[in-house]
């Protein structure tokens, strides 16, 4: 399992301590989860932390949009260190040009999923993005409860991938912990976000080691 740890949960006052723990670890990737206070209600942290995390690290830096009109800010997403910008479907008016705009700046392009929005809604770009990621919390906090319809929308979306020719990997984000991450492999998962059981474990280390086991 690709573990891509979210520092949505971390101690911001000490980023550099949590992002040398990361690059020690088994992580795939750093989740960045970027919020605006329109497209969620709440805001987080934009381009000079990502630019500060990209500064510390070699791993791939998945951003997650949470913002309204995700489109308007592909170049300052690519100039801030992101590998992998992703934009929810909910937020693009535009999706397909949305999608090539992030392709063309020289970044993997994901599509997110809200829990509300059918899988069906990926049906017609499944074939151009590189992550489809299915959220199993409402977006806008870490340590929500995972809400369990998600595990049915992971094996639609597994059945929609293997039977076209996308190379599209499957990421959720929301409430994983070894439980429920153990629910998500066996439905068809590529990748587990995980913010709270990672940083508020005792031993993030080997919590992110167990969640990679799965
Ligand atoms: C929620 C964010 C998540 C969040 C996950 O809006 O997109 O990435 O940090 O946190 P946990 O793993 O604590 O649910
Ligand atoms: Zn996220």
Same mark, same amino acid.
């Given at each position: 399992?690709?573990? &891509?740890? &979210? ?7 000490n980023?550099?301590k949590?992002?040398?723990m ?6 795939? *990737? ?6 605006d ?14 630019k500060?995390?990209?500064? *510390? ?8 949009l949470?913002i309204? @009109? ?20 909910e ?11 992030i ?13 509300? %929005? ?5 049906e @017609?770009?499944i ?8 959220m199993?919390?409402?977006?806008g906090?870490g340590?929500?409860?995972f ?25 959720v984000?929301g409430?994983?912990n070894?439980? %429920?991450g153990r629910?998500?492999a066996?439905?068809?998962a @590529? ?12 031993d ?11």
């Open positions: 399992m690709l573990i &891509s740890p &979210s520092i949505l949960s971390a101690d911001f006052g980023l550099n949590a992002i040398s990361l690059n020690e670890s088994r992580s795939a *990737m750093i989740h960045l989860d970027v919020m206070g329109v497209f969620v209600p709440n805001i987080s942290f934009g381009f000079p932390v990502t500060a995390v990209a500064s *510390m690290t070699n791993l791939p830096l998945d951003v997650h949470m309204a @009109d995700p489109q308007k800010y592909v170049n300052q997403v690519r100039d801030s260190g992101a590998t992998i910008m992703n934009v929810h479907q937020a693009c008016v535009h999706l397909h040009r949305c999608i090539q705009s392709k063309a700046a020289g970044m993997k392009a994901a599509v997110t999923l809200n829990p509300a %929005t059918p899988v069906v809604m990926l @017609d770009v074939e151009d993005i590189d992550m489809a990621l299915i199993s919390v409402n977006p906090f340590g929500q409860k809400i369990p319809s998600a595990l049915h929308k992971v094996e639609q979306l597994r059945k929609m991938i293997d039977s076209s020719s996308s190379k599209a990997i499957i990421q984000d409430g994983v070894l439980e %429920t629910l998500l066996a439905a068809g @590529d990748s587990l976000v995980a913010g709270n059981f990672v940083f508020s474990a005792e993030p280390l080997k919590a992110i080691a167990e969640l990679a086991e799965l």
